[in-house]
């Protein structure tokens, strides 16, 4: 009688570990799970090839170029910027962040964004000549963008 009471209680035993095994499997494939869909979410991000500046009431679609920079500003998005005017052709907002940068020497067109020193977002409404060096993120198409620009007092946002 004692070997089968015996008996019993091991097979019980061996019964719980084998469900406490299911369980923490199930655990960590439900981990892997959710870490598989924010990569996903994440490679997404990442591959987007525009995103959408809202500008006063006007949205705007710019077209990213396809460095680490614009990685970076995807990161980041959505965000609200409060830029000021300068030079009487470019609106421009500090970053919290620094995004990677590789400044060079560019040629600037009415509609680019620019990343000046790695922590400087720049719109530039009209075309300019310039020795300063920036990274460029992308372009803004719309002959409206520096009627939208004055008129919203720099206010914009970045956004998919």
């Not at 959710?34 to 809202?54: F, P």
């Not at 970053?95 to 977002?121: C, E, F, P, R, W």
């Amino acid at each position: 009688m004692k070997k089968i009471l015996i008996a019993c209680l091991c097979l019980l035993l061996m019964s719980g570990c084998t469900t406490t095994k299911t369980k923490k499997k199930s655990v960590a494939q439900s981990t892997k799970d959710t870490n598989s869909s924010q990569n996903v979410k994440v490679e997404e991000k990442s591959s987007a090839k525009t995103i959408k500046v809202k500008i006063g009431s006007q949205v705007f679609k710019m077209t990213l170029e396809d460095n680490e920079s614009t990685q970076s500003l995807l990161s980041l998005l959505p965000l609200e910027l409060s830029m000021a005017s300068l030079n009487n052709n470019e609106y421009y907002a500090e970053l919290d962040n620094s995004l990677n940068a590789h400044d060079q020497s560019v040629t600037i067109k009415a509609g680019d964004v620019m990343l000046y020193k790695g922590n400087v977002l720049v719109i530039f409404y009209k075309d300019v000549k310039t020795s300063n060096k920036y990274t460029k993120l992308g372009h803004i198409d719309g002959d409206a963008l520096a009627d939208a620009l004055k008129k919203a007092d720099g206010e914009a946002t970045l956004s998919l």
